[in-house]
């Protein structure tokens, strides 16, 4: 029974899916998943007609592309929400190394690595060039290279 609805859909499935995932790969794997499901139900479809087989492996091709999208934006989030748990991470080592500083070097940094105001800005919130902000940001990076080597990759 199955080796018929094989050879009667499969092409059918083929294209159905493929309309939906844009990849005729993925589109052959789902096809061929449900397949092996038809194959593992095989006793359910003695009762069915054509149409209602057809309505059958049309029905679980589409579940089967739904549960791998919903899977797939699960992964997605559950990495994007290790990615900020990581970055906070880092923030909050980088902020305790901050105690190091002394008060015009941290709140330089802060303002260059945290707020993104460039050399020049912050230049003109203390009250000194540019060029002096970029040595003072230098130094800093320095004392705290001690403690975090990864603090060298942060650049001017």
């Known amino acids: 029974m199955?080796?018929?609805?094989?050879?009667?859909?499969?092409q059918e499935l083929?294209?159905?899916?493929?309309?939906?995932?844009e990849s005729m790969a993925e589109?052959?794997?789902?096809?061929?998943?449900?397949?092996?499901?038809?194959m593992e139900h095989s006793s359910?479809?003695?009762?069915?007609?054509?149409?209602?087989?057809?309505?059958?492996?049309?029905?679980t091709a589409k579940n089967i592309f739904i549960d791998r999208k919903r899977q797939q934006k699960r992964m997605e989030s559950a990495k994007e929400e290790e990615k900020a748990v990581m970055e906070d991470f880092g923030k909050i080592q980088v902020l305790q190394l901050l105690?190091?500083?002394?008060?015009k070097e941290r709140r330089m940094f802060v303002l260059r690595y945290f707020s993104g105001y460039d050399s020049t800005e912050i230049g003109k919130i203390f009250g000194i060039s540019p060029s002096a902000v970029r040595a003072k940001l230098l130094e800093a990076r320095k004392k705290l290279?001690?403690?975090?080597?990864?603090?060298?990759?942060?650049?001017?």
Not at 2 to 10: A, D, F, P, T, V
Not at 44 to 59: E, I, K, N, P, V
Not at 145 to 156: D, G, L, M, S
Request: net charge positive; glycine share 4%.
């Open 14 to 21: 083929i294209w159905f899916v493929r309309k939906m995932t």
């Open 44 to 59: 359910t479809f003695s009762g069915m007609s054509d149409c209602q087989c057809r309505a059958w492996l049309y029905r």
């Open 145 to 156: 290279k001690k403690f975090y080597p990864e603090i060298a990759e942060i650049r001017k």
């Open 2 to 10: 199955i080796e018929k609805l094989y050879g009667m859909y499969y």
């Open 99 to 103: 105690n190091f500083l002394d008060e």
């Open 27 to 38: 589109a052959e794997d789902i096809v061929q998943e449900s397949f092996l499901r038809a």
